[in-house]
């Protein structure tokens, strides 16, 4: 099965971002926000799902919770990187984890940006405008 990456939305050029989180108000929490920010946002609450999902087709990036029912944050990321197709995929890890074992652990695999919750959504849509390299609405 082909993966197409999908940049934008190209009817609305709005960024497609893919939120992997298990929290449910959380996850609730950062649609409700980057949507308002003008982007596209999919939800999945598992490992397992997200990277059944990005086998279908690739975000232009991933929001990653480290604690995930199935396969963890470092597990999907460490595939992601694998995957020719997805390896070049930005991808924000949002934890609770905040030792600096955890931190390198997570550049060891690729990631590239570490956000500790909780955190401002202003350096959020910060990070996201930065690895997208375009301004996310803060309005």
């Known amino acids: 099965m082909a993966v197409t990456h999908l940049t934008t939305d190209e009817k609305h ?14 996850a609730i929490l950062l649609r409700y926000n980057l ?7 999919e939800t999945i609450r598992s490992g397992i799902a997200a990277i059944d999902r990005l ?3 690739a975000p232009d990036l991933v929001l ?8 963890s944050g470092p597990e999907v990321l460490r595939q992601l990187r694998e995957r020719p197709r997805t390896a070049g995929i930005p991808v924000i ?13 997570a550049v060891s695999l690729g990631v590239n940006a570490y956000l500790v919750k909780p955190f401002a959504l202003s350096d959020l849509l910060g990070c996201i405008g930065h690895l997208l390299g375009r301004r996310v609405s803060t309005a």
């Open 13 to 26: 050029n709005r960024p497609q971002i893919l939120v992997v989180e298990d929290d449910e108000p959380m």
């Open 35 to 41: 949507e308002a920010a003008g982007c596209l946002v």
């Open 55 to 57: 086998a279908l087709n």
């Open 64 to 71: 990653l919770d480290w604690m995930l029912p199935g396969l």
């Open 93 to 105: 890890m949002l934890t609770a984890r905040n030792s600096a074992e955890d931190r390198r652990r």
